[in-house]
C-alpha cells in the first residue's frame, strides 16, 4: 500500500546544506503497524510529514519515491495530495491542543473531512462524527460533540484528534507522538484505542515514537532511526529481543526497567480501565 | 547513606492543605517525610497534585493549613527552557544565583567551576545562550543554578519527561551521582513508574490531592494495596 524509497529531504536554511532524511525505504502493507523510533533530531517526524504530504517547503529538498496506493505522493500537485489527506491518510499529532482550534467546537472540527472530501448534509455528518466519537470510547458523544477543546481533558482531546483523524476512514493512520504529552495510564488507553482502531477497520498506522515500550506494546515491525538515517529494522520482537546495531542496542538499555516485573508482581490485575 | 545519619529527617510536611479557590481543595492533609541522602519518589497523574506540593515546599504558594518543616529546597523543572532567560547566557544565569545568594564576588568564579565539574559541563558553555544548548544540557544547566547556593534538599519536577530516553538516562545517573557525593537528599516527582523505580529509595502516590499510599519501592511496586497504584502501574509497565 505504501512504499518510501530513497527518501532524502534536505533544508536550505542555513549556508550550509543540511540534509535531514538519508535514503530511507520501508514498505508498509494493508492492516500492519510500523513503529518508527528515534531520538529528537532523528528525523523520523520529517519522513512522516512528507508521507502526509507536508513537506511542500521552498526551503526544502525532498527526493526519491513515496508511493501510495500507486501514486507517487512526492511530485503531486497539491490538489492530488488533498485529495488523500483526510480521505486516505489521517494525522495525529502530539498536542491536540495546538491542533485543534480553540474557538471552534469539537464536532465540527472531527467532520472537517467529511466536509473537505464527501458531500454529506448536516445532519449526515453530525451522525457520522458521534459515530466517530463513541468509536474512540468518549462517553456522551452528544456532550463532546458540543464543546470546545479546552473543556476537554488531555486525553479526551487526543481520543478527538483520533476521532477527527478516523472519520473518513483513511487507510493509513499517521500519528506522530500521540501520547508523548499524556499521563502513563491516558497513554496505555490511547495504544489500546489504536490497537481497536487497526483490528476493527484494518486502518494501517505509522506510529512515530520516542517511547520504546509503547512501540513494543503496539507495533508489528519498527524501524530504527538515527541522524536521518534507517540504522535497523525488522519485526519488532526481533528487534527488541536481538538487536544487532550498537544503537538499537544504546536505546533499549536506557529504558528504565523493572527487573523480574511479571514474576514478582503478583497482584491481581484491574483489567476494567477502560 | 551512612548509618549515623540514616534516620535524621531532611523535610517534614504535615497535614498540608491548599485551594487555588473556594470548593477547589487542592491538597487534602498531605503528610510526606524525606530523610537526608534518601530519593523519594512523588507519583501520580496531571492534577494529582504534586507541582502544587513542590510549589508550597519551596514557598512559591502559601499554603492553607499543616505544616512544613524549615528547609533549603532548591527546585529544577520540566522545561528547561521556560525556565531560562533565552537572551542571558548561562554564565549570567550563574552569576545572577550567586549574586542573589550574596555570595562575595571573590567566591563566585570557584563555585561556578565546582558546579560545571559536578554536572559535567564544559566551561566554554558558559558564554552560550539557552538556544544553543541541546535539551541534557539545559537541564543540567537547571540543575546547576539549584545546587549553586549548595541546598541539602533538591526537589525535581518532572525534570527528564521532556527529553529522549538515552539523554533521561545520563541526567538520572547523575542524579544519583549527585546524591551519592554530596549527600544531597532528593525528591523527584514524576509520572513515569520506571525511572521512579530505577532512582528512588521510597515512594508516594498521590491522587486528587491525597497521598493515596507510600512505602518502599518494592512495597509498593510489588505488593500494593490500593486499586489506584494497580492501575497506575498495570498501565505503565504491564506488555
Not at chain 1, 529481543?241 to 514474576?263: A, G, R
Not at chain 2, 545568594?101 to 561556578?112: C, D, M, T
Not at chain 2, 545546587?147 to 519536577?157: G, N, V, W
Not at chain 2, 527528564?160 to 545520563?170: F, Y
Request: glycine fraction near 6%.
Amino acid at each position: 500500500m505504501l512504499t518510501v524509497k530513497d527518501l532524502r529531504i534536505e533544508f536550505f536554511d542555513h549556508s550550509l546544506p543540511e540534509v535531514a532524511v538519508t535514503d530511507v525505504d520501508f514498505t508498509l502493507k494493508e492492516g500492519e503497524i510500523l513503529g518508527i523510533v528515534g531520538e529528537s533530531g532523528s528525523g523520523k517526524s520529517l519522513t512522516a510529514q512528507a508521507i502526509a504530504g507536508l513537506m511542500k517547503r521552498k526551503d526544502a529538498k525532498v527526493s526519491g519515491e513515496i508511493m501510495f496506493d500507486g501514486v507517487n505522493l512526492l511530485n503531486s500537485p497539491r490538489s492530488v495530495l488533498r485529495s488523500f489527506q483526510g480521505s486516505k491518510i489521517g494525522f495525529v499529532f502530539q498536542e491536540p491542543l495546538s491542533s485543534l482550534n480553540p474557538v471552534v467546537k469539537v464536532g465540527w472540527q472531527v467532520e472537517d473531512a467529511l466536509r473537505v472530501h464527501e458531500k454529506m448534509t448536516k445532519e449526515e455528518m453530525k451522525q457520522k462524527a458521534l459515530k466517530a466519537l463513541e468509536d474512540v470510547s468518549l462517553d456522551d458523544p452528544e456532550r463532546i460533540y458540543n464543546s470546545y477543546p479546552h473543556e476537554l481533558s488531555g486525553g479526551q482531546r487526543q481520543r478527538v484528534m483520533i476521532a477527527g483523524a478516523m472519520i473518513d476512514r483513511p487507510k493509513l493512520l499517521i500519528a506522530d507522538e500521540p501520547t508523548t504529552a499524556l499521563d502513563v495510564t491516558v497513554q496505555a488507553q490511547i495504544i489500546t484505542l489504536l490497537q481497536k482502531i487497526n483490528k476493527k477497520y484494518n486502518t494501517a498506522i505509522l506510529f512515530i515514537s520516542h517511547d520504546l515500550s509503547l512501540v513494543r506494546k503496539l507495533c508489528g515491525s519498527v524501524l530504527v532511526m538515527s541522524d536521518g538515517f534507517v540504522v535497523e529494522s525488522g519485526p519488532c520482537d526481533e528487534i527488541f529481543t536481538n538487536p544487532k546495531e550498537e544503537y538499537t542496542k544504546k536505546l533499549i538499555d536506557s529504558i528504565p526497567k523493572v527487573p523480574d516485573w511479571k514474576t514478582r508482581s503478583t497482584w491481581e490485575r484491574i483489567t476494567d480501565t477502560k | 547513606m551512612d548509618a549515623n545519619n540514616e534516620w535524621q529527617t531532611e523535610l517534614e510536611v504535615k497535614d498540608l492543605r491548599f485551594s487555588y479557590g473556594k470548593n477547589m481543595p487542592s491538597l487534602k492533609d498531605v503528610s510526606l517525610t524525606v530523610y537526608k541522602g534518601q530519593i523519594v519518589g512523588l507519583v501520580g497523574e496531571s492534577g494529582s497534585g504534586k507541582s502544587t506540593l513542590a510549589k508550597c515546599i519551596t514557598g512559591l504558594l502559601k499554603p492553607a493549613g499543616g505544616s512544613i518543616s524549615k528547609n533549603d529546597a532548591k527546585m529544577i523543572f520540566q522545561d528547561t527552557f521556560s525556565s531560562l532567560n533565552p537572551s542571558k547566557t548561562v554564565g549570567f544565569h550563574f552569576e545572577e544565583v550567586l549574586r542573589l545568594s550574596k555570595i562575595p564576588k571573590e567566591q563566585r568564579k570557584e563555585r561556578i567551576d565546582r558546579i560545571l565539574r559536578k554536572t559535567e559541563l564544559e566551561e566554554d558553555l558558559l558564554n552560550h545562550y539557552p538556544s544553543e544548548l541541546s535539551g541534557g544540557q539545559r537541564q543540567r544547566v537547571g540543575i546547576g543554578m539549584a545546587l549553586l547556593s549548595e541546598p541539602t534538599l533538591l526537589i525535581a519536577d518532572e525534570p527528564v519527561s521532556a527529553l529522549d530516553v538515552t539523554v533521561q538516562a545520563q541526567i538520572l545517573k547523575l542524579l544519583k551521582k549527585l546524591r551519592d557525593e554530596n549527600d544531597l537528599s532528593l525528591l523527584f516527582i514524576s509520572h513515569d513508574l520506571r525511572t521512579v523505580y530505577n532512582l528512588c529509595d521510597y515512594v508516594y502516590v498521590m491522587k486528587n490531592g491525597i497521598i493515596v499510599e507510600d512505602g518502599t519501592i518494592d512495597e509498593v511496586y510489588f505488593n500494593p494495596k490500593e486499586d489506584y497504584t494497580k492501575i497506575l502501574l498495570s498501565a505503565a509497565l504491564d506488555d
